[in-house]
């Protein structure tokens, strides 16, 4: 079965809550449509049958428990693994995306939770990797570290000593911030992070929230994971909770408070509004 | 467990609310440890500060192979009054070619954090093949017979590399079959191609092959390439920082890159002087000149330069000995940088084969290929590069090549035996590989 938007063919309750309908009036549409995801690592099955759908020009929350299955879900999106069954639309259109240079060719960029950087080089060059610019065929130094000098001072990343430092020296906080830099400088459509802000001081966990709403006005989808219910309620418009690899709930932000987001995070089901809790749970 | 708890935060936390510019200029103690120097200072007082302080702390560089260098000089010349003569040095030079050949192609696999074992019979084989297509009956001129040798080394690297990255064998064990396979085809060419009393030796015939090690630039054409070598790169300095410092982005102060150039310029004129002075034995007959080979050694020393430090393929060796994960994530294909380098430490090694006959005169079946690999090896390590993978530079062949070369010509003056000879080059290569580990370690405890 196919999910495209204002699929009428969806079941109108399939138990799954994919809001198709409140995506469908939003101007820009679904970007990102993932249907009946499946990766298995061996006997493991790390994601069994998953469904979501990322609208343009929205920031999407992605959460749930350690071991859920959303680096997974998100490194398939990105061409890291391929799935084992399922079916990504990307516009509209039905996509395989079989390498990272096929994610990133579609126009998604990655923050990954192990930020994927190089330590032998420095932050120019990690922020630059595969898409140097060159002037006959040489590496254009000057233009890459004044672009990329540029994009860490809309960051507030100041307290670096130079960005020509190796990034293996660099502490924990602010290698997260090159990867952020990193990912932000593609002109992506999606801009997919996992864990952003795990490791980020105050200021510039700030920083990163402000990007994202930054990143959204520009019209550009943000699919953020994220352990911090703060920093979801404080950017996310939509949010989806994964649960031992399945969507337990998803919707427009306004339908979740705390702790229905904690409810189907730890239990894998939806408690309707938190309005009418009783203590029948 | 609490599923909203976040990770532990790492006390990174900084101030906030500071200025928008990362104060560059002023180098604290602890960030100057961090930094190479370069990027640190802005004055030379800053600059020398920075680095006197990274060699109190370990991180010395090149410094102790260099260090090094001058006691082996020392300790020589204080045996053998002939060591630092013209003539001797120039053959230092010479001997040191393959060596420092080898290196360079060897520097490529170590990069990725690979190791091709089979280079020193691969040249070898690349060799026969330039000899013998110069050679009668085909008697091809040199830059076809050069070709054909460069063409068949390549290809072996090629498929050498086809087989670590298709069939995902290691480079340690594809290369130690190399090591073995290539042995075997160079006896069975140089046997084939030296003819039926050639007992597997091929002589030089084609003057221009012999000359590649043997001919000498004029004098003049000596002082005229050092004035343009030492012009491109002080151009090439001046030129950059002058871009550097217009788009408003740190470069070396003005101080250092004169002090750099002065060195270039009197390395040069060093190397020049010496090979300039006659070194003929005989009265009747002065012999003097830059080798065609310094030519050579630098030429690709710079090619290999740019390749690795200005191109988008240099920069995907390092960053795929540094995480080829995060690589492959970068969208960079792999395998096709790996099998580019595997075919380049071919060609280079081809290039270091064909050099080796002419110096030689001959190439034959008795090449020590295993040895050579060897010193190769340890040449890149000696100068400074790590066989892990992501940390390295062409320098690093040239200058641990140069040591090989001159341990190997001052014992052979002395007259020590084969069996110490060996014995000290490990030593020295112990040493140096230490030198490194201590460096690294401290660096990284700190
Ligand atoms: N490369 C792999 N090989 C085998 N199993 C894996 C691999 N990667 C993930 N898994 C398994 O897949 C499941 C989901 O892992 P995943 O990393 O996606 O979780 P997560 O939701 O990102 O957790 P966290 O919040 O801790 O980052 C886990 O059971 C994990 O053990
Ligand atoms: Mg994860």
């Known amino acids: 079965m196919s999910l495209s938007p204002g699929n009428t063919a969806w079941p109108a309750n399939a138990g799954q809550a994919v809001g198709s309908e409140d995506i469908a009036s939003d101007a820009g549409g679904v970007l990102l449509s993932i249907a009946r995801l499946v990766k298995r690592f061996g006997a493991v099955e790390a994601l069994s049958g998953v469904d979501l759908e990322v609208p343009a020009g929205q920031v999407t929350a992605l959460i749930g428990d350690n071991g859920a299955g959303k680096s997974t879900l998100i490194k398939t999106v990105s061409g890291i693994w391929e799935p084992d069954a399922g079916q990504i639309r990307w516009a509209g259109e039905p996509v395989r995306i079989r390498s990272p240079k096929d994610a990133s060719a579609l126009g998604i960029a990655t923050v990954y939770q192990d930020l994927a950087l190089c330590d032998n080089l420095d932050i120019v060059q990690n922020m630059f990797l595969g898409r140097e610019y060159t002037e006959y065929r040489l590496l254009d130094e000057t233009k890459m570290e004044r672009e990329a000098k540029a994009t860490l001072s809309d960051l507030s990343v100041t307290t670096v000593r130079s960005i020509r430092q190796a990034v293996g020296s660099l502490s924990g906080g602010q290698r997260q911030a090159v990867a952020v830099a990193r990912a932000v400088m593609q002109n992506a459509r999606l801009v997919i992070m996992d864990e952003p802000t795990a490791a980020l001081g105050v200021a510039q966990t700030a920083m990163v929230l402000e990007l994202i709403r930054t990143l959204r006005s520009r019209g550009i989808a943000v699919l953020l994971i994220s352990h911090n219910l703060n920093d979801v309620f404080a950017v996310a418009d939509r949010l989806a909770v994964l649960y031992l690899g399945r969507i337990a709930a998803a919707g427009p932000v306004s339908e979740f408070d705390t702790q229905s987001a904690v409810y189907a995070i730890t239990t894998g089901t939806r408690r309707e509004s938190s309005a009418e809790h009783s203590e029948t749970a | ?446």
């Open chain 2, 1 to 446: 467990m609490a599923s909203t708890s976040r990770p532990a935060r790492p006390t990174t936390d900084e101030p906030s609310g500071r200025g928008s510019e990362p104060p560059l200029s002023t180098v604290s103690d602890e960030a100057a440890l961090r930094l190479s120097p370069e990027v640190a200072a802005e004055s030379l007082r800053d600059y020398l500060r920075a680095w006197l302080l990274r060699i109190r702390n370990g991180d010395s560089g090149m410094l102790p192979v260099l260090g090094g260098l001058i006691l082996i000089v020392i300790i020589f010349q204080s045996q053998k009054s002939v060591f630092l003569s013209a003539a001797n040095l120039t053959n230092l030079l010479v001997q040191g070619a393959t060596f420092m050949l080898l290196g360079m192609a060897e520097v490529f696999v170590l990069l990725l954090g690979e190791i091709d074992l089979s280079i020193g019979y691969v040249g070898a084989v690349g060799a026969v093949v330039t000899v013998a297509t110069a050679a009668p009956p085909g008697n091809h001129p040199w830059w076809i017979a050069i070709l054909a040798g460069l063409v068949v080394t390549s290809a072996i690297g090629l498929l050498q590399g086809a087989l670590v990255t298709r069939l995902r064998v290691p480079s340690f064990v594809v290369t130690l079959a190399g090591l073995l396979g290539w042995e075997g085809m160079l006896v069975f060419l140089a046997n084939r191609e030296g003819g039926k009393n050639g007992g597997g030796t091929l002589r030089i015939t084609n003057t221009i092959l012999n000359d590649l090690v043997n001919g000498n630039l004029s004098v003049a054409a000596g002082w005229i390439a050092l004035i343009v070598a030492v012009a491109g790169f002080a151009v090439f300095h001046l030129i950059r920082d002058r871009q550097r410092r217009a788009h408003g982005l740190v470069a070396p102060p003005p101080a250092l890159t004169a002090i750099r150039i002065l060195i270039v310029a009197a390395a040069g004129f060093a190397l020049v002087a010496v090979c300039n002075t006659n070194r003929g034995v005989l009265a009747s007959h002065p012999l003097r000149g830059v080798p065609w080979v310094v030519l050579i050694i630098i030429g690709t020393f710079g090619a290999w330069t740019l390749l690795l430090g200005r191109t988008r393929f240099g920069r995907y060796v390092y960053a795929i000995g540094g995480n080829a994960e995060a690589a492959r994530r970068a969208g960079i294909n792999l395998n096709r940088i790996r099998l580019a380098a595997f075919t380049l430490t071919g060609l280079t090694a081809g290039l270091a084969g064909i050099i080796e006959a002419s110096r030689l005169g001959s190439i034959s079946s008795d090449v020590d290929g295993g040895q050579l690999v060897l010193y190769a090896v340890a040449a890149a390590v000696i100068g400074g590069t790590s066989l892990f993978g992501g940390r390295g530079k062409m320098l690093h062949a040239v200058v641990g090549g140069l040591v090989i070369a001159t341990i190997y010509n001052g014992m052979g003056l002395i007259g020590l035996s084969a069996s110490s000879q060996y014995m000290v080059t490990a030593l020295v290569l112990l040493a140096a590989a230490t030198v490194d580990a201590l460096a690294r370690r401290s660096v990284t405890r700190s």
